[in-house]
């Protein structure tokens, strides 16, 4: 069977206008989606989703393979990424991929991630039974402690009203997690047969925040690129 490190990146950015190709540490997101993938042990191939023929150009540069450009009506704002991954997929099956096959998605948007994440989301994949495999943080905020909604009169009330006097300390509250995008896998048949990730079970792997970062603002890409210079570039 075949593991498949698989690049989603479509051309249209509006947080981050061309997210995709923006630099940290003086090379494009892309690169190091790739660099990443090609670095994993457990990674057979790298493949490029994508609608731009820029973006295209760049990551086969780097060394993905791009099969074709992805129809516009995928890469829409609102367009859901997992349409995305059984586009992919059913072309690849098409071209002569297993139903077993593996796909292990790197988004651009976390450049600090190790091999090391990478392989302990695949692990988990092949270990668990489970569906689908991904990393998660530890939050910075609770929906029982210190996470609160506003009305347009901007009156205050916690997230979780029945928690209010439960908890004194944030580290009474149960642990809650923030999911990243350092890697997601799964095997080809549930994707294809799933309508969306969550639809099966999903395991977990807690990774460091300080590896965790998802570039989804100029400040987030401004925050990588000093932390990437910082470790040297090290993965």
């Known amino acids: 069977m075949t593991v498949w490190g698989a690049v989603f990146a479509r051309g249209g950015s509006k947080g981050v206008p061309g997210k995709n ?123 029982w402690f210190n996470m609160v909604t506003m009305d347009s009169s901007n009156l205050v009330a916690v997230v979780m009203e029945d928690s209010v006097g439960k908890f004194a300390r944030r580290q009474d509250v149960p642990n809650v997690y923030d999911l990243t995008t350092i890697a997601y896998a799964a095997r080809f048949s549930y994707i294809r047969s799933a309508s969306h990730m969550f639809e099966g079970d999903v395991v977990g792997v807690i990774v460091p925040r300080k590896r965790a970062i998802d570039i989804d603002t100029e400040l987030d890409l401004e925050v990588a690129d000093y932390l990437y210079g910082r470790r040297g570039g090290c993965r």
């Not at 270990?127 to 609770?142: F, H, I, K, P, Y």
């Open 21 to 143: 190709l923006r630099l940290v540490g003086g090379r494009p997101l892309i690169a190091h989606s790739i660099a990443i993938a090609g670095a994993t042990p457990g990674i057979d191939r790298i493949v490029c989703s994508t609608d731009s023929l820029e973006i295209s150009n760049v990551a086969f540069e780097h060394g993905a393979e791009v099969p074709f450009l992805r129809p516009a009506e995928l890469a829409e704002d609102d367009s859901p990424e997992w349409a995305s991954w059984q586009h992919l997929v059913h072309h690849l099956i098409g071209d002569g991929a297993s139903d077993g096959d593996t796909l292990v998605s790197l988004p651009t948007t976390s450049p600090l991630r190790t091999v090391e994440d990478v392989e302990a989301v695949l692990l988990a994949l092949e270990s668990s039974g489970s569906d689908v495999a991904l990393a998660v943080t530890e939050a910075q905020r609770s929906p």
